[in-house]
């Protein structure tokens, strides 16, 4: 065969290819666009593919790639990059993390923009290395293993006075974080995420997270029902069941990613079993992680039908968005028994003509005392 057929051939290859590309992409959701763009783009360094992180006196600095909006990405659509870090790759001491922080950065003049470009961003603990050098082995597997979750609305948190997330310098850490854009449709631009960790490394008193979310039960003959249109207003449509979707002891099926109705909704999610208390602990922070149209978000002590913290969402008046979701901080901190039950309340209002998402998720922090009793008893093991 001649090489004019050979490149005629590859010609052909390549066109049959691209088509076949181009039609599985037109195809995904706008979320799973949003990967494969922002993948492509990274990959070719199309746009800025590159994380820095700077370790400081007081904090760790870590800058994302760059995000390319170019249309609406409601939340958990939009472009997002993950990364591996640690504090520092050497030293071994141990340090304290006191507060976090997210910032959008134009991707031109490095100037903070507003907080709506904002999705979330994550950080995890890799807990197998985690509570193995704190000979904690027992803990792996209990719970997910998020530090925290910075969302729009709520883009900054410190731990109350004297309280801390205990780890090692050259521990690992894995982030994401993701871009957002409910509003701006008519416009093309890049910009990036900078993610401020504080640290301390003065002995402060350890906290343990927890997180606990709502889990909305659902059917497989609602699913099919709103594929043709029918969504009754008290029934949970998960987004996708991929993701966020879990059985309780039962079987049944759970939603952690579902849609809202027009209006005003009301949901109740029992998170006892989330909780897993086998002792009397005592909670020092409250970070709540929710979407646009939440209007409440509370805790309660089902035994005690006692409110411990009622989260009462500010939203942005004249577009989509969260202004503020406050979050609960105190020193003296909050009791939680091992005999109660604990659930979840969530009042939402969807003001638009459209279905929306929604999740609902509390980031917990309480003292503990195993790993107090490890520091004070010098039982740390510092090696990596």
Sequence with gaps: MTLKKWFRLALIFSAICSIIGLIYYFNLSN???????????????????????????????????????????????????????????????????????VTALSQKSKDKISNDFICHTNINYIEQEHHDRW??????????????????????????????????????????TQSLNHNISDSIFQLKHHISIKYKSDRLKPLMPKTVYMQIPFSKDQIKDSEIGKIEMNTC?????????????????????????????????????????????????ITPHLHPFAETFALRDITANKVLFNCKVINHKNKIGLSRTPAFSSVEGILLYPDHDYELLL??????????????????????????????????????
């Design 237 to 285: 449509i998960p987004v996708e069941t991929k993701n966020h979707t879990y059985t309780d002891g039962q079987g049944n099926l759970l939603s952690g990613h579902w849609k809202i109705n027009l209006g005003k909704q009301e949901f109740k999610s029992n998170i006892t079993d989330q909780l897993s208390l086998k002792d009397t602990l005592r909670v020092h922070q």
């Design 347 to 384: 009042r939402t209002n969807n003001t638009t003509n459209d279905i929306q998402d929604m999740m609902a998720s509390m980031f917990m922090f309480f003292y503990d005392d195993e790993m107090a009793d490890k520091i004070n008893n010098n039982k740390i093991k510092f090696e990596n």
């Design 135 to 176: 000979n904690l082995k027992d803990r792996i597997n209990l719970q997910y293993p998020r530090l925290i979750s910075l969302s729009h609305g709520i883009e900054s948190m410190n731990f109350p006075e004297g309280y801390g997330f205990p780890f090692f310098a050259n521990e690992k850490f894995f982030l994401i």
């Design 31 to 101: 979320r799973h666009k949003a990967i494969v763009k922002t993948r492509l783009l990274h990959f070719f360094h199309i746009i800025d593919s590159e994380w820095s992180t700077k370790l400081t006196p007081l904090s760790i600095e870590i800058e994302s790639p760059s995000f390319l909006i170019d249309g609406i990405y409601k939340s958990m659509e939009g472009p997002k990059a993950v990364h591996y870090f640690k504090a520092d790759k050497v030293r071994n001491d141990l340090l304290w993390m006191t507060g976090f922080q």
